[in-house]
């Protein structure tokens, strides 16, 4: 057999097993470094019992480590153009042990890349993933460095710390110059690069990355992925109060999305279509557009911030039987289908209801949000909940209470800004 220690390694670090436990019994906890570091080649017995102890399996494949590479970006191309994740098992019960530890550490970069893409980014197994090919980055050429950084960037985009999210994308942008990159790999990052940008407000980048993706999308012919560029604009566009081309990507996108049958897609814009009508005053077509986006989608998180946006609508026009009503539907949508990415709606949910319930329980529930909000840095929503449970103190009488919270809202605001120094006011 072949030297396979960076396998041994990876998975040893993976099933959090210190050597000393892993080699109990087989070898010398020195020697299973040296067997790691690929310094010596153990005995076929050895490395059998290594193997059964990590529950590694593997199979005589008749591919030579470049082919079978090749195989897994074949796949690897497909799941980023067109989200397709059906060949992923093909790949994992494969059991090919890739002996060259170069290629060993890009097959497990692309691998997690892929088990984000089929839904299961937040899941504790892609975790102990990246904590386990971190320990390698030190030999990581630029490619991997780049494929580590982007999936870092995923990984915890879904874990809902968009903070940490855009600074390992951004670590990964200055790679894509310096790295031998596929076309689609380049349009995928800045499709998901621009969104992050545009959670934090930065909407040239954001802008930029969109327009990037698109012209490759619209060549291949991609039309779902230019749709989700298209959308993706026109928020943008609205956020730099620019409703001519706002109205005009979801115009475009509408167009693609009918043609195609784009079912979730067409959810998307009539939820944009919506905040649209919304920001030029009128609710009822805002309302008509919401119920449009729910009647197609399918995904739970969709439908919960659909129903939150129906919720704001009615509250505006101050039909607080309404609200109650669909808060009642968010709660339960939440409770059926939980994820973490949704876990801001139930507190948005549960802080109107606490209010038009005769403010049952109102304290606490937004101290649990702002706190919530605190620890995964939307310093936007905190500052707005700081700032209520502060007047809600003030109202009370409570006016330490309301004074703390006023200090914290600050301190919030100033996060959201980015503001240091008194001079940056």
């Known amino acids: 057999m072949n030297k396979y220690g960076h396998i041994i390694k990876f998975e040893r670090i993976r099933q959090n097993l210190k050597q000393v436990q892993l080699s109990e019994g087989i070898c010398t906890p020195s020697y299973l470094s040296r067997i790691e570091n690929n310094s010596i080649a153990p005995t076929d017995e050895v490395l059998l019992e290594l193997f059964t102890r990590l529950n590694i399996t593997y199979s005589n494949s008749s591919l030579t480590d470049e082919e079978f590479l090749k195989k897994v970006r074949t796949i690897y191309c497909k799941a980023l153009k067109y989200r397709d994740t059906i060949s992923l098992t093909e ?5 090919h042990l890739l002996s060259n530890p170069k290629h060993f550490h890009t097959y497990i ?3 997690v890349r892929l088990k984000i893409i089929s ?4 899941s504790d197994e892609i975790q102990s993933y990246l904590l386990s090919i971190s320990k390698f980055i030190d030999d990581f050429d630029s490619y991997q460095s780049f494929l580590y950084y982007s999936c870092l960037g995923y990984f915890t985009y879904f874990k809902n710390d968009l903070t940490k999210s855009l600074k390992s994308l951004e670590k990964a942008s200055l790679l894509i110059t310096i790295c031998k990159l596929e076309e689609y790999e380049i349009a995928d990052f800045y499709n998901v690069f621009g969104i992050l940008n545009l959670y934090h407000n930065n909407l040239i980048v954001s802008l930029e990355s969109f327009s990037k993706a698109q012209v490759f999308f619209n060549k291949e012919l991609l039309l779902s992925r230019a749709v989700e ?10 956020r730099a109060y620019n ?18 049958n784009m079912t979730e897609n067409l959810a998307l ?17 805002a309302l008509i557009n919401f119920h449009k986006s729910l009647d197609f989608s399918t995904d739970p998180f969709v ?3 659909i129903i939150y946006s129906i919720v704001l609508q ?7 039987k309404k609200v109650v009503e669909w808060c009642e539907k968010g709660m339960t949508e939440y409770h059926t289908n939980q994820s973490d990415l949704s876990k801001n709606l139930y507190h948005h949910f549960q802080i109107h209801l606490s209010i038009h319930n005769g403010y049952e329980d109102f304290e606490s529930k937004v101290k649990d949000a702002v706190q919530y909000f605190k620890e995964i840095n939307d310093y936007r929503n905190a500052h707005k909940y700081a700032i209520l449970i502060a007047n809600f103190s003030n109202n009370a009488g409570k006016y330490k209470k309301a004074t703390q919270y006023f200090v914290l809202a600050n301190e919030f605001l100033a996060k959201n800004q980015n503001r240091r120094f008194i001079e940056d006011i």
């Open 119 to 122: 839904n299961e980014g937040i």
């Open 269 to 285: 814009i009539y939820s944009n279509l919506a905040n649209y009508y919304s920001v030029n005053n009128n609710v009822e077509l």
């Open 243 to 260: 409703l001519e081309k706002h109205f005009e990507n979801l115009s475009l996108a509408e167009k693609l999305a009918k043609e195609e």
């Open 109 to 111: 970069l692309i691998v």
């Open 314 to 320: 009615y509250s505006i026009t101050f039909n607080f």
């Open 229 to 238: 560029t298209y959308i993706s604009s026109a928020i943008a566009y609205k």
């Open 303 to 305: 439908k919960l911030r």
């Open 91 to 95: 790949i994992l019960e494969s059991n």
